[in-house]
């Protein structure tokens, strides 16, 4: 069973930054895909971005060019780098791996 450990939340200003990171451990050696997911309250859980174990991204329209997700395969993290942040980028962020494990969530509040 795989086990995710996630940190980096908390407080920022608007257009400041933060680094999320998430570790996986336990059954991790058949790991495909490592991503990032966001729920805002009132709202639904969203793609923000994901990373194959091949370095193949994917991102969200809403954060292109602001966030930037990488992976080291050897340590089984993967991070998240947001930079330029926004007041719509409130949210509990969740890690996930291949759409089946889910970490416990780390909250990113932007604000003045």
């Known amino acids: 069973q795989v086990q995710l450990v996630e940190s980096g939340g908390g407080l920022v200003q608007p257009g400041g930054s933060l680094r999320l990171s998430c570790a996986a451990s336990g059954r991790a050696l058949h790991i495909y895909t490592m991503g990032w997911y966001r729920q805002a309250p009132g709202k639904e859980r969203d793609l923000v971005a994901t990373?194959?174990?091949?370095?193949?991204?994917n991102y969200a329209d809403s954060v292109k060019g602001r966030f930037t997700i990488s992976l080291d395969n050897a340590k089984n993290t993967v991070y998240l780098q947001m930079n330029s942040l926004k007041p719509e980028d409130t949210a509990v962020y969740y890690c996930?791996?291949?759409?089946?494990?889910w970490g416990q969530g780390t909250q990113v509040t932007v604000s003045s």
């Open positions: 996930n791996v291949d759409s089946v494990v």
């Open positions: 990373i194959t174990r091949y370095y193949s991204t």
